[in-house]
């Protein structure tokens, strides 16, 4: 009687499990929305031809967090793509050296080594390239190439790092090395696991009702069609403004990616910002202008869109984004190489 009994309860689970699994294979947005995006891996991206280490890794952690880089010591990356503030800085658009503030709103750093390129305008073509930029910038971090190597030159512990970090090489620390190395520390900078990617791995209950009606709003308006692959975004240059401009505070006399092609075309284009984690990275757009996320899939409705969102599709639209924010990473801010009597001393001009 135990064994029938024992079987029966087998029998049973195995047929429970077998039409939860129909369930999810018939479940039509998921089968949908599987063809629009994919989950954040587990693991960070490989990067082409920057193998990461955690020699570099750990390196290019201690150079993200380090105000050394810049002129004043003050600003580091962190400040402006803070990785307690979902990679972004809660700032219409940088504050930099010497108080000014800089033409864009910072874009989140988390999950950017998907991104087709990096920048609004996408003028860097990876995350090694985007890291010098902000180091020379007179807006940013004001510093010069030559300054930041004389910097981490007379901190000894520096020159250790550098060598574990590129073995092999006579003199590892350089400028394109200092970029590589936070490249691989920012590509570990990911978050997977939110509800969103839970549901697009085949747990239907991952997503309330109401989720899953953003989420069919979202799609059946052609959102993801800009919004779409890994990252929700960052794989493509687009419109700002395909069906309406938006308010000329929102634009801001930016040009977009015309600023790098020159092409007349390319006026008020932009790279497709990723929507993931987008509840925690306010304010909105390349200007900054916009601070409510419900405010922002107006906006976009508006500029977009052929059909402008009713109020509850928003509401549902803004709680489907919301299901996109996953784990964040935690960072153990570093300890950093001690100054020598050869550091060069900040300068605040």
């Known amino acids: ?58 390196l290019g952690k201690i150079l993200y967090f380090d105000p050394r880089l810049s002129s004043s010591a003050l600003i580091s990356c962190n400040t402006c793509h803070n990785v307690g503030l979902g990679g972004a800085d809660f700032q219409e658009t940088s504050t930099g050296h010497g108080w000014r503030k800089g033409p864009r709103n910072a874009p989140t750093v988390l999950n950017s080594a998907y991104n087709i390129a990096q920048f609004w305008d996408g003028r860097a073509k990876d995350l090694a390239e985007q890291a010098k930029g902000p180091v020379q910038a007179s807006v940013e971090m004001n510093n010069k190439p030559e300054m930041v190597i004389k910097t981490l030159k007379s901190m000894p512990e520096y020159i250790e790092l550098f060598k574990k970090a590129f073995p092999g090489e006579a003199d590892p620390i350089t400028f394109d090395n200092m970029a590589k190395a936070i490249e691989v520390f920012e590509a570990t900078l990911i978050t997977p696991d939110s509800p969103f990617d839970l549901f697009l791995k085949g747990d239907a209950n991952a997503l309330n009702e109401h989720e899953k009606r953003g989420l069919s709003t979202f799609i059946n308006n052609g959102c993801a069609d800009c919004h779409g692959g890994i990252n929700m975004g960052g794989d493509g240059y687009y419109n700002f403004g395909v069906i309406n401009a938006p308010a000329s505070n929102i634009i801001a006399g930016d040009k977009g990616r015309f600023q790098v092609t020159k092409i007349m075309s390319d006026e008020f284009v932009f790279k497709s910002p990723s929507l993931r984690n987008i509840e925690l990275t306010a304010p909105y757009f390349h200007s900054g202008k916009v601070w409510g996320l419900k405010a922002a899939v107006v906006v976009m409705s508006s500029a977009q869109l052929e059909t402008v969102l009713k109020k509850g599709e928003v509401d549902d639209v803004v709680a489907f984004l919301k299901s996109t924010t996953g784990k964040q990473p935690l960072v153990e801010h570093p300890i950093f190489p001690k100054p020598t009597d050869q550091t060069p001393q900040p300068k605040l001009d």
């Open 1 to 58: 009687m135990k064994k029938r009994s024992l079987l029966f309860c087998i029998i049973t689970i195995g047929l429970m499990f077998s039409l939860s699994s129909l369930a999810l294979a018939d479940d039509p947005l998921m089968t949908t929305a599987k063809d629009y995006f994919k989950p954040i891996p587990a693991t960070p991206p490989v990067l082409k031809d920057n193998p990461a280490t955690p020699e570099k890794i750990e």
